[in-house]
């Protein structure tokens, strides 16, 4: 959440149109995400969806594909928007066995891409474990994905960095 904000605080000064969307109940059926498609979903029609997932400890990836039983890949377009960022860190691998609150505009055709951090295992470090606390949250990690996230908006907008 205060890497979306800040990310909203530095693109609100600059001009640009976004909206920031903090969805719930993804654990039990990403029914905040499905509630703001069937609201919203014709006004995003064309419009990159960026779902920052659990970023907080661990390897910062973008989620080339996610999923559960069915697999959806990310974007192509924007996976390689990601790539072409200067000197990101950011690892690019599928995400599966799970799904995003991306997951159900992935499955509806839309253009979005997950950001989510994750541990050897492929899953999330400390997710919904005694260890899940803002102590364990590396500030790196969410200045890293403010940085990259920025970067990538002012790169689409044709902005100076």
Known sequence: MVA???IARVLRGKGVPFWVVFTG???SGT???LHFLKRYGSLLSKKPILNLDSIGTGKLTVATKEGMWKIYPAAPHLVQE???L???GLHFRPYLG???DATPFLARGFEALTIIAL????LPVNWHWYTDTVGEVREENLRQVVAV???WVEKRRGLPA
């Open 4 to 6: 979306a904000l800040e």
């Open 25 to 27: 109940a993804e654990e």
């Open 31 to 33: 029914w905040g995400a």
């Open 82 to 84: 990601f790539k072409k």
């Open 86 to 88: 200067r000197d990101t």
């Open 98 to 100: 799970l799904f995003t």
């Open 119 to 122: 541990g050897e295992n492929g």
């Open 149 to 151: 996230v920025t970067e």
